[in-house]
């Protein structure tokens, strides 16, 4: 498999003070092209840090992150700012619309700002929502639909500049069960048929079903990453194989 995302002894350091919090300890990781890939741990365990290093909101203390080659590390914020704007799709756990304007126009917002043509934002916002099931939607502001179609609403603006990466911060924390597993179809749908890298933090177990690998993180430090056919999900809990790999 292609790797798209290399990760390279990465460390994150926070200052508090006079107190220093090592939010990620020399983790190092390989994420394939079209992967779907959960990130699991409890909070304070580094997840959210590590989240953010892969989406260029945040420069580690030391370290590389290497997405397609690009050292994201050496990037200028400008940089940066037009690498997360035409790589990378963001899907966040409180949808993060804009209250005041249709689904249509949550859409075509990152187009719009990456300087596409109002016609050819609309008509892609128009696309997207489509492939979504929310062709029937497309006036409708986010106070008139459901939390599920308010995330694919995010999930059709994520996918609005084609990304090669989608970023999924609890996805289905706001939303019932099974429009969760629905949300997370949807997901993983994408990974296989379109080839996105999707990566998830997440505390939901039902998102492991998806994934192809899930990285277990405590400390600051890769505890494991593990195949999916390595955990045996059942309802309500979740058995891990007695020799996982160890990584990190």
């Known amino acids: 498999m292609e790797v798209l995302i290399s990760i ?3 460390h994150k350091d926070f200052h508090l ?3 220093v919090v090592h939010a990620l300890r020399d983790v190092s990781l390989e994420i394939f092209r079209g992967e779907y890939l959960s ?3 409890p ?3 580094g997840k959210s840090t590590l989240f953010n290093m892969i989406g260029a909101l945040d420069r580690p ?3 590389k992150v290497e997405v397609a080659g690009l050292d994201l590390t050496q990037l200028t914020r400008r940089q940066l700012a037009y690498f997360r704007g035409n790589h990378i799709g963001y899907i966040f756990q409180s949808y993060n619309l804009i209250s005041s304007y249709s689904a249509e126009d949550n859409v075509a917002v990152p187009l719009l700002f990456s300087g596409t043509a109002v016609p ?3 008509e892609r916002a128009r696309d997207v929502l489509s492939r979504v099931g929310l062709s029937h939607r497309l006036d409708h502001r986010p106070d008139q639909l459901s939390g599920g179609q308010q995330q694919r609403v995010a999930i059709a603006r994520a996918l609005a500049n084609e990304p090669a990466i989608i970023l999924a911060d609890e996805p289905t924390g706001n939303l019932d069960l099974q429009t969760g597993e629905e949300i997370i179809g949807l997901l993983h749908q994408l990974s296989k048929q379109d080839g996105i890298t999707v990566i998830s933090a997440t505390h939901d177990h039902k998102m492991l079903s998806a994934s192809d690998r899930i990285l ?5 430090r890769i505890d494991k990453v593990q195949e999916r056919s390595e955990i045996d999900i059942r309802v309500g809990t979740v058995r891990i194989s007695e020799n996982p790999e160890k990584t990190g």
């Open 8 to 10: 390279r002894s990465l």
């Open 17 to 19: 003070g006079k107190t």
């Open 39 to 41: 990130i699991m741990g």
């Open 43 to 45: 909070s304070g365990s």
């Open 61 to 63: 203390t030391s370290g």
């Open 120 to 122: 050819e934002a609309m």
């Open 216 to 220: 277990w993180i405590a400390d600051g």
